[in-house]
C-alpha cells in the first residue's frame, strides 16, 4: 500500500476477517461504540491503533 502524501514508504498490510460471534471482535466493537479510535497499549511495546476505516478516510481527506 502506498499513501501519497502521508507516508513517502511502501507499507506492509494483512487483512484478517472474522464472524461478529469471538470475543474479541465484540470487545474492539464495545470499545468503539462511543469512541473514534482505540489505543491498544501493551507493556513495553508500541501502541496500536484501531480506527474505523470511514475515519481514516475523513482525517486523510482533512489533509488534502
Known amino acids: 500500500v502506498f499513501i501519497d502524501g502521508v507516508l513517502k514508504r511502501r507499507m506492509v498490510t494483512e ?3 472474522r464472524r461478529t460471534s469471538g470475543v474479541f471482535w465484540k470487545t474492539i466493537t464495545k ?34
Open 15 to 17: 487483512v484478517k476477517a
Open 31 to 64: 470499545y468503539l461504540r462511543d469512541n473514534d479510535m482505540l489505543f491498544l497499549i501493551e507493556d513495553r511495546q508500541d501502541p496500536l491503533v484501531v480506527i474505523p476505516l470511514s475515519i481514516l478516510f475523513e482525517i486523510l481527506n482533512e489533509n488534502n
